[in-house]
């Protein structure tokens, strides 16, 4: 996808190209990249809202 994407789409994109396939990346494992830098986040915010903090941190073991 990502290949026949750039081919198709470079002269149209340039620049944005390069940020279309980061964020293709990340679109792609938001699930799980995403879900690790909010753990992260949410592992200090689960310290500071405990009872918030204990629901996020079932939904981002899941």
Do not use: A, P
Request: charge should be positive; proline fraction near 0%; charged fraction near 40%.
């Amino acid at each position: 996808m990502k290949i026949e994407n750039k081919s198709k789409r470079t002269q149209r994109k340039g620049k944005n190209e390069k940020k279309g396939i980061h964020m293709k990346i990340q679109n792609k494992s938001k699930g799980t990249q995403r879900k690790v830098k909010n753990s992260h986040r949410r592992t200090k915010m689960k310290i500071q809202n405990t009872n918030k903090g204990t629901q996020i941190k079932m939904k981002n073991k899941e």
